[in-house]
């Protein structure tokens, strides 16, 4: 491994990371021919708990995302591990300590720059690093000039870059996506993707399908996608039919596999999130988690908190006794979307013609059984929907025989 002589430290809050950041990060490593960047999110403190901030974990996420294609960027959780808050001074000294033979160049904005007496020790921090920075505007660099002078005076090294000004910032970004506006220009494309997958800085107060559909498509497959779509075409019918909700079939329909795609991993983070506990048949059944992890993020995450969506699409597998109709609607649609085609599917499509019952009795005996010829363990919901629906429509096994 080459050895880190000249490092750079640029630490910020990055909710979330945009290019003009990583621009510079790219102009220092250049200038400064620096053999490695650190990008520090830094950890929010307490009293600054802004309800737009996103959590540490989002915001590393993104910060690796759009620093993937440029080597020398390395993203630390140093900041965001430390207990207590975080000064600058003793990121530094942590630095030191990792590159003990290393000059560190601390890298921050115009405005810091400005108030770097007021931070914890500047003095040991003006022995610790150079301390660079660009002017924000062409009106900047003459009073950075005149700070420059100062510190040098107090035995401080400084670079000022004048780099090629942006108009980008985090908050700008944030407004943007609030708004449903376009922001795909500012950011990189993987951070733009993690955004809308993780539902980050969106206006929960709002059902945007346009919105909706960015999400899904950050989530997941156009396979996925076509069939999400085709489960609301037909879960509207359905309710229009049998006098359900139409506008939450089409929620319902739309989200239902929202976490399809999703790890094991995250799904199960999701659940616990929402500090839902799993059954003993649900837990070692990871089929069983997408419906449930959906259900969680579409109110806890999106925050569209209805109790009918949340139940449509958390039973849409499994199924349970004593469903809505919305449930019932969201259930069948998921067995007759547009592009199903599996032995059964027109008897399947004419009786949701026919009943809601009759529809779910013969889908559910065909998943349970599906289920047991191969050794899977059952939900009880599945069952207790099942008997339920049978009994209710006469057709049981026994009697039919
Ligand atoms: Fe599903
Ligand atoms: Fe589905």
């Known amino acids: ?82 207990e207590g808050k975080s000064y600058t001074v003793d990121t530094l000294r942590q630095i030191r300590e990792m590159y003990p033979e290393a000059e560190i160049y601390l890298i921050m904005g115009a405005d810091m720059f400005m108030t ?26 003459e009073s950075l ?53 993780n539902y980050l800085f969106m206006d929960k107060s709002k059902i945007n399908y346009e919105r909706f559909d960015k999400v899904l498509k950050a989530r997941m497959s156009d396979k996925r996608y076509i069939h999400s779509f085709n489960v609301s075409t037909e879960a509207q019918k359905l309710a229009k039919k049998y006098g359900a909700d139409v506008e939450k079939a089409r929620l319902a329909g739309i989200l239902h596999d929202i976490t399809k795609e999703t790890s094991g991993n995250e799904q199960l983070k999701i659940i616990e999130n929402s500090n839902i506990i799993l059954n003993d048949v649900e837990r070692p059944s990871p089929k069983l988690w997408h419906a449930i992890a959906g259900a969680a993020f579409v109110r806890d995450v999106m925050g569209i908190d209805d109790e009918d969506v949340f139940n449509a699409i958390r039973y849409h597998t499994s199924g349970r006794a004593n469903m809505s109709i919305l449930e019932k609607c969201v259930f069948i649609a998921d067995f007759i979307g547009a592009e199903r085609d ?60």
């Open 1 to 82: 491994m080459k050895q880190v002589r000249r490092i750079g430290m640029f630490g910020g809050s990055f909710n979330p990371v945009h290019n003009a950041h990583i621009n510079l990060a790219s102009s220092f490593i250049k200038k400064l021919k620096l053999d490695k960047l650190l990008l520090i999110p830094t950890a929010v403190p307490p009293h600054k708990s802004d309800s737009e901030m996103v959590s540490a974990e989002h915001r590393m996420n993104m910060c690796k995302l759009a620093s993937e294609d440029h080597k020398k960027i390395e993203v630390s959780d140093i900041e965001i591990k430390r």
């Open 145 to 197: 000039t005149e700070k420059e002078k100062a510190y040098r005076e107090m035995g401080a090294e400084t670079v000022i870059l004048d780099l090629k000004k942006s108009n980008i910032s985090s908050s700008k970004i944030r407004k943007l996506v609030f708004d449903d506006e376009v922001f795909s220009k500012f950011v990189d494309p993987r951070v733009e993707q993690y955004i809308y997958a």
């Open 342 to 401: 599996y032995d059964g599917v027109d008897e399947m499509r004419a009786l949701s013609g026919k009943s809601l019952e009759e529809a779910m009795a013969f889908g559910l005996s065909f998943s349970i059984s599906d289920l047991a010829k191969r050794h899977c363990a059952i939900d009880p919901n599945s069952l207790a929907c099942y008997n339920e629906v049978v009994i209710k429509t006469n057709k049981s096994y026994n009697k039919s025989k």
């Open 116 to 141: 770097l007496l007021d931070w914890k020790e500047p003095e040991e921090i003006f022995s610790l690093a150079v301390i660079c920075t660009v002017p924000r505007n062409s009106d900047d660099l």
